[in-house]
């Protein structure tokens, strides 16, 4: 049985990233829509929406939520018109840009920086369960919050286990379930609370010099909440009929479900502020403290399916993209390898606290990487990849670059990554230059970097080492 779960998530890696004949094609935009809403959709959302909630008023807070994120994602999600058209996913079109052994470092770089957003989900587990308990008069012990937040590590891994099948049957369960809660978060907020108690809500930010300096971090916050999507974001495009309802699917889907549930937070932690004096995201505490025992009951098997879900969902993903670049590495020990990371992060147990920190250095790899391949794809490469040389097939080594490595797409997100962090310092929350931090720093890093590959590519040694491929043109 193991071995046919191997074989089938190793055709996924192998042969899955293929392209996908046209008749093979499997989505529609509404089914594209709503596989798209179940990727970006998690409770961890609620977290987004509180902290958000410390930096902005309500208003501003719901502008720059939906408005932030579709912006962001109506740009960078441009390239996954590629993923439509020619049925890959981006990271194919990667190995142009970073070579074959620069996109295997990415990958890794990439889960190191993206899969905490794992213990996140784990602790918001935790937390739910510890504080259902205490409604119930059950005190748990100390050692208790470790445990729950591992259960929901192994769990999730256990069903990615047991390969996409399992997978597929949760994910039907997870997202109307996420939906039902924060459409029931919503209207309980809003009802527990004079409604201009929410509506007209504004944080304490006297400790910012600038008044700005809060709204900008809020901005700065969507921007890589969003952006962080985009190592995923070609693999259900790549299954869509027509190119504009890829696109189209994954702006809404991302950038308005998503957006919606970090309203929700919101929402919530400013009712729990006004009732009980502490800004709290947890939905099973809300539920019970605005309304009664058993809507949390009830929250309790929504919390619990959602994160067991979600992890579940990110297992397969990541171990897919790790199996795709380590072909000779069992997916089994791959998820393994990653609940291990994220059950330190679990024993650490701190993610949250330095979450918006945590936002901004994903951001710091993210946005140069979506900047490259943005410009590769519209202005470099325009739109024609060598896709025998892409997949490594033998004797075919255009993407080779110098060992494996482009070493021009590399040093472009060291770039990028320096211009995020000469800007802003998302550990001290230091502003260095205040005039670019108005761009944000991952409005900045995506620009700048986006610009220095398109120079560096009208440079005649460096544009000759950058398109070797273009005698070798497949698609």
Not at 14 to 24: D, H, N, Q, R, T
Not at 167 to 192: D, Y
Not at 355 to 369: D, E, K, N, Q, W
Request: proline residues 4%; positive net charge.
């Amino acid at each position: 049985m193991a071995q046919d779960v191997n074989k089938q998530v190793e055709k996924e890696a192998l042969f899955g990233i293929a392209p996908v004949l046209k008749k093979e094609k499997l989505y529609g935009f509404l089914d594209a829509v709503l596989v798209l809403s179940g990727y970006c959709i998690a409770t961890w959302s609620y977290t987004q929406g509180s902290y958000l909630a410390t930096l902005v008023g309500f208003k501003q807070l719901l502008i720059g939520a939906f408005l932030g994120a579709i912006l962001m994602l109506a740009i960078y999600q441009l390239p996954v018109i590629l993923s439509v058209r020619y049925g890959i996913d981006i990271w194919i079109w990667l190995k142009a840009v970073f070579g074959h052994k620069g996109t295997a470092i990415m990958t890794v770089v990439i889960i190191i920086i993206n899969y905490p957003w794992y213990a996140v989900c784990a602790d918001l587990f935790a937390s739910s369960m510890g504080n259902l308990a205490a409604l119930f008069g059950v005190t748990l012990p100390d050692f208790m919050p470790l445990v729950l937040r591992l259960l929901c590590v192994a769990i999730g891994t256990a069903i990615a286990y047991k390969g996409i099948g399992a997978i597929t049957h949760t994910t039907r369960i997870l997202v109307p379930l996420l939906l039902a809660l924060g459409v029931l978060v919503v209207i309980v907020g809003f009802t527990s609370v004079p409604f201009d108690v929410i509506w007209n809500y504004k944080p304490d930010t006297s400790q910012y010099t600038d008044s700005i300096i809060p709204y900008i971090i809020s901005i700065e916050a969507n921007f890589a909440f969003v952006i962080t999507l985009v190592g995923g974001m070609g693999e259900v495009p790549r299954l869509t009929k027509k190119e504009n309802a890829g696109f189209w699917a994954g702006v809404i889907g991302q950038g308005i479900s998503g957006s919606f549930f970090v309203v929700v937070g919101a929402v919530m932690a400013i009712a729990m502020q006004y009732v009980t004096g502490e800004m709290i995201d947890d939905p099973t505490l809300m539920l019970a403290t605005l309304s009664v025992p058993a809507l949390a009951l009830s929250s309790l098997l929504l919390v619990a399916f959602a994160n067991i879900g979600t992890q579940a969902v990110g297992s397969y993903i990541y171990g897919v993209m790790l199996k795709s670049s380590f072909k000779k590495a069992d997916y089994r020990v791959l998820i393994m390898i990653l609940a291990a990371y994220v059950a330190v992060l679990c024993v650490w147990g701190k993610i949250v606290d330095y979450f918006g920190s945590f936002l901004t250095i994903s951001a710091c790899i993210y946005a140069p990487l979506a900047a490259l391949l943005f410009v590769d794809f519209f202005f470099v490469r325009k739109q024609k990849l060598a896709l025998r040389s892409a997949f490594g097939l033998k004797g075919y080594n255009a993407y080779n670059y110098t060992h494996g490595i482009n070493w021009v797409g590399m040093l472009c997100v060291a770039a990028g990554v320096a211009m995020s962090l000469l800007v802003y310092n998302p550990v001290t929350g230091e502003v260095h230059n205040m005039l670019l931090f108005r761009l944000t720093p991952t409005g900045f890093s995506f620009l700048g970097t986006g610009l220095l590959y398109l120079v560096l590519s009208y440079i005649p040694p460096i544009r000759k080492y950058l398109l070797r491929d273009r005698e070798e043109i497949t698609v």
